[in-house]
């Protein structure tokens, strides 16, 4: 594709920011455009929306393909494809490709395509009515009502369900959630594991007697409100759970770690308050070289809690508690 040497310039800088090809940006911009045109031009919507979806698949593929160190002799095999074939596909020369081909070519570079359906009718919103990861959960809470097996995962697979990497603070809670809206939980428990480590999805939520209290006693917490004994213990409890949560998505992307930096860095995260986990948690952290994930148990680590009894709290800490009561609503007897 030929351009003015201005936009080419202009389009060269933002695939860098981007970090696409040239070609990749411009068939996305292409695929944008199609799907923004008018009714009357004679692009139907059907080409438009095919257009925009081989052009997603195509750029995910690129993108596991660079992933893989730039061996196109593994790639061809991987993919099954010629050489040249290949080259079209790195390429970008989506016209080559039908969206039943680049599904294909997507399974098999390990990725999952899914699809979600949005839109209005009548100016009604239509969309998913469930994520997959619920479904899933769904289907999985049937098979063992109907005493099925259903296999172990390991910890990485669960988060991919999720369209995560690593575990931190907001994905754990995900998780935590949408198990126990299906009346499941895991064993060990999901910061007990590496992240190659196998864990079992089993039948029952599980309410530990702290969570438990608190809910049969539940009152709103306000910023300086005097904390009693199981408000206390339920705050510490979240407190506890969400170092863990920050040092697991630690473990996760540094695989290289050692005990001894584990249970340094737990003290550092001990030293921190709700709202800077919540910013660790999103931290980005240079990833050490890539070597075979360590699997098994995680060093249990001590965190010493931050509240007692007659405590005053503040604003931030006064919204954990009550989030998680609101997820959680459920009737005790």
């Not at 899914?114 to 994520?131: F, M, N």
């Not at 009152?219 to 040092?247: F, H, Q, T």
Request: hydrophobic share 40%.
């Amino acid at each position: 594709m030929r351009a003015p040497k201005s936009l080419h310039r202009r389009l060269a800088e933002r695939a860098k920011r981007e970090g696409v090809s040239l070609n990749t940006l411009a068939v996305t911009l292409l695929a944008e455009g199609l799907g923004e045109r008018p009714p009357h031009v004679e692009d139907s919507a059907n080409e438009a929306a095919n257009m925009k979806l081989r052009s997603e698949l195509m750029i995910a593929i690129q993108e596991a393909v660079s992933l893989w160190g730039g061996a196109q002799a593994e790639a061809v095999k991987r993919f099954a494809v010629s050489e040249p074939r290949l080259n079209d596909l790195l390429r970008g020369r989506i016209g080559k490709f039908s969206l039943d081909e680049l599904v294909g070519l997507a399974a098999r570079a390990g990725l999952r395509p899914r699809l979600e359906i949005s839109g209005t009718v009548d100016g009604i919103a239509i969309r998913d009515q469930k994520p997959e990861e619920y479904k899933r959960l769904e289907q999985i809470a049937a098979n063992l009502k109907n005493s099925e097996t259903v296999e172990p995962v390991t910890v990485r697979e669960l988060l991919r369900w999720f369209g995560a990497k690593h575990r931190g603070v907001h994905i754990n809670e995900t998780i935590r959630d949408a198990l126990f809206k299906n009346d499941l939980h895991i064993v060990p428990d999901l910061n007990a594991q590496h992240i190659d480590s196998f864990i079992e999805i089993e039948e029952g939520a599980v309410i530990d007697e702290i969570e438990e209290q608190f809910h049969r006693s539940y009152r709103p917490l306000d910023e300086g409100s005097i904390l009693n004994e199981i408000e206390a213990a339920m705050l510490n409890k979240l407190y506890v759970e969400r170092v863990c949560d920050c040092l697991v998505g630690w473990i996760d992307r540094n695989p290289q770690v050692t005990e001894r930096e584990i249970r340094a860095k737990a003290q550092a995260l001990n030293k921190l308050g709700f709202v800077e986990l919540e910013k660790e948690d999103g931290a980005e952290i240079i990833p050490l070289p890539e070597p075979p994930y360590r699997t098994g148990k995680i060093p249990h680590v001590d965190v010493r809690p931050p509240h007692s009894a007659n405590d005053n709290i503040s604003k931030a800490e006064s919204r954990v508690p009550t989030a998680r009561f609101e997820r959680r609503k459920r009737r005790t007897a």
